[in-house]
């Protein structure tokens, strides 16, 4: 433990970190820990599973046992469940300090997280959306006395895209102090931190890794498209008979994707649960609970379990579909082989997806290797897979699982102060724009074929004629 201490950790942090069986300082934790605690800017890139939340909760603590006051810290993250886990962290290490911490997400009461940021919490962790809100509707609390800001999963709150956050982040920003620290963590260097690495006065010693970790085992399943399915129960029969204790993750692309699946590997008796963003946020956590606490040992998720949760016991990540993005396979298959455990990731590709493939061995700089199967005894299940599939469409169908999608985006337009029929009807408005734009166009199209089959059909005649005159007039000639 004396390497924490070499590092400048204070000695009531070196023996909290020993009671939680922190022995040795990570590559992250040597170098992220001595500029922080200097007053450093930082930017840290590194490996899923490396102690990324350990290297900035440790120098905050200990900066915050010199001067405690409130709100001392603030923590953004781009997900509810990262918020809760950084927050744990800040809980179990500051223990000794009596550290109070506030959990500012949507979907839960803004009643409730007004209250407790109006008494002054140590430590502020929040999703960008929710505090922008706060600030915008509330003056009871201030953050212009804050010492940390620190951008976890920076990457995907800088990004621009379909969830942008740079609307929330000006208006977080503009209400904190300009004398302050700022760390930035994240698993994948993208552009935009590239430039802020580049323009910026971060420090430049801390090590950038874009990669997967050694004792991840990545291999892939090529499969057509309608296959797939059946790779995947077949793929789950094999861990659960072989590993009985095992924990698997399966990612897929949407919502409904991720309930169908749930569904369909529950009519295979497998114990499932999933983790989506159309779910009640409550019950999200009590998923999450659940796998955690190996009641369900298959969790079955959209991308927003793809960051930053730290589940020490799973063994198997399993991508249903293939990333589209190399940082989003990174994120993925981080969530096994963590902390120096191994760990197995099978990404299921079909013929359309061999690009994508090789953009992740590019970026990761590993060769995928290809996972052996049983195609007979795939084929052998084909059918009632994908029987047992469409019967789970239907019952979700039954359901009303889209129009329950189309309330919660009211919801959110409704939380961005705009008019949900207003949109529709503008939407409704553009729609026709765009039809007569391509009737019009199709018009064009078709009187210019016909103008073109007319100058066809005229030098056409005009041969013809041509070729009768010739004729005559070699008639004549032979008389």
């Not at 861990?239 to 569904?263: G, R």
């Not at 009519?267 to 946020?281: A, D, G, R, V």
């Not at 299940?381 to 985006?409: G, H, M, P, W, Y």
């Not at 207003?422 to 939407?427: M, P, V």
Request: some cysteine; hydrophobic content about 35%.
């Amino acid at each position: 433990m004396s390497e924490f201490a070499a590092l400048g950790l204070s000695d009531w942090l070196v023996k909290q970190c020993q009671q939680l069986g922190i022995n040795k300082p990570t590559p992250v934790q040597e170098n992220c820990l001595p500029p922080t605690l200097e007053g450093r800017d930082v930017m840290g890139c590194a490996k899923t599973g490396s102690g990324k939340t350990a290297a900035f909760v440790l120098p905050v603590l200990q900066k915050l046992s010199e001067d405690p006051y409130g709100i001392f810290c603030l923590v953004l993250t781009p997900t509810r469940e990262l918020a809760y886990q950084i927050a744990e962290q800040f809980r179990v290490l500051g223990k000794p300090l009596g550290v109070k911490d506030c959990i500012v997400v949507g979907g839960m009461d803004m009643v409730t997280q007004a209250l407790e940021l109006s008494n002054q919490p140590h430590v502020v962790v929040a999703t960008p959306g929710r505090l922008a809100d706060h600030i915008r509707s509330s003056n009871t609390f201030s953050l212009r006395r804050i010492q940390f800001l620190i951008l976890d999963e920076a990457d995907r709150l800088l990004e621009q895209g379909c969830t942008d956050f740079s609307s929330d982040l000006e208006v977080i920003l503009g209400a904190l102090p300009a004398k302050r620290q700022t760390l930035l963590f994240s698993a994948t260097l993208t552009d935009t931190l590239q430039e802020l690495k580049n323009i910026w006065n971060y420090d430049q010693n801390v090590p950038f890794w874009t990669r997967t970790v050694e004792e991840l085992d990545q291999r892939y399943i090529l499969t057509p498209e309608k296959v797939k399915d059946a790779h995947l129960v077949h793929l789950i029969q094999t861990f659960t008979d072989e590993h009985h204790d095992w924990s698997i993750i399966i990612f897929t692309n949407t919502c409904k994707n991720c309930q169908v699946l749930t569904m369909m590997l529950r009519e295979f008796n497998f114990p499932t649960i999933s983790l989506h963003s159309m779910m009640k946020q409550k019950q999200r956590f009590a998923n999450l609970a659940k796998f955690k606490a190996s009641v369900y040992r298959i969790l079955i998720a959209t991308d927003v379990a793809a960051r930053g949760l730290d589940i020490p016991t799973v063994q198997v990540v399993i991508n249903h579909n293939t990333p589209g993005l190399p940082k989003i396979y990174i994120h993925r298959v981080g969530r096994t082989a963590r902390a120096g455990r191994n760990g197995v990731s099978i990404t299921l590709v079909t013929q359309y997806d061999i690009h994508l493939v090789h953009s992740i061995e590019e970026q990761t700089q590993t060769k995928l290797k290809e996972f052996p199967t049983d195609e007979k005894e795939v084929h052998k299940i084909l059918t009632q897979v994908n029987v047992a599939r469409r019967e789970c469409e239907i019952k979700l169908e039954a359901s009303d699982f889209d129009e329950k999608k189309e309330i919660n985006k009211r919801k959110q337009m409704i939380l961005e102060g705009k008019d949900p029929d207003l949109e529709a009807k503008r939407k409704a408005e553009l729609e026709k724009i765009r039809s007569r734009k391509k009737k019009f166009k199709e018009r064009i199209q078709e009187s210019m074929e016909q103008q073109k089959q007319a100058q066809v059909k005229k030098s056409i005649r005009k041969r013809r004629l041509q070729q009768q005159q010739k004729k005559a007039r070699a008639g004549t000639s032979s008389q």
